[in-house]
Nanobody, 126 residues
Framework: QVQLLECGGGSVQSGGSLTLSCAAT????????LGWYRQAPGRHAQLVAS???????NYADFAEGRFTISRENGTNTGYLQMNSLEPEDTAVYYC????????????????????WGQGTQVTVSS
């Protein structure tokens, strides 16, 4: 059974940094891309960043220049490094094994999600 195990969430002050990790059982990221999503209370889910199997990275506008998505080959572990965090970044962050791509759809729906992580809370205080 495939599992995506996340860690690295926590509480930081505005301007701080966190690095989230996502460890997959099996060769999940050899088959699928890596996506990071987030959902804040009362708000719709957002796609934060994606990294395809081919190594193509994309970021949401709010993440561009502050967040970095990466994958450690050979370990099936993905990361989301987040710098210059702001209170608006407070949310539950989920990693996902993603596939496919449909540019016609809203960003949060452009990939098919094969597997989800359990989510990790990120809280940024001002």
């Amino acid at each position: 059974q495939v599992q995506l195990l996340e860690c690295g969430g926590g509480s930081v002050q505005s301007g701080g940094s966190l690095t989230l990790s996502c460890a997959a059982t099996g060769d999940v990221f050899d088959i699928h891309g890596l996506g990071w999503y987030r959902q804040a209370p009362g708000r719709h889910a957002q796609l934060v960043a994606s990294l395809t199997k081919a190594g193509i990275k994309n970021y949401a506008d709010f993440a561009e220049g502050r967040f970095t998505i990466s994958r450690e080959n050979g370990t099936n572990t993905g990361y989301l490094q987040m710098n210059s965090l702001e209170p608006e970044d407070t949310a539950v962050y989920y990693c996902a094994a993603i596939e496919g791509f449909d540019l016609r759809k809203p960003p949060v729906s452009r990939y098919q999600v094969a597997y989800w992580g359990q989510g990790t809370q990120v809280t940024v205080s001002s």
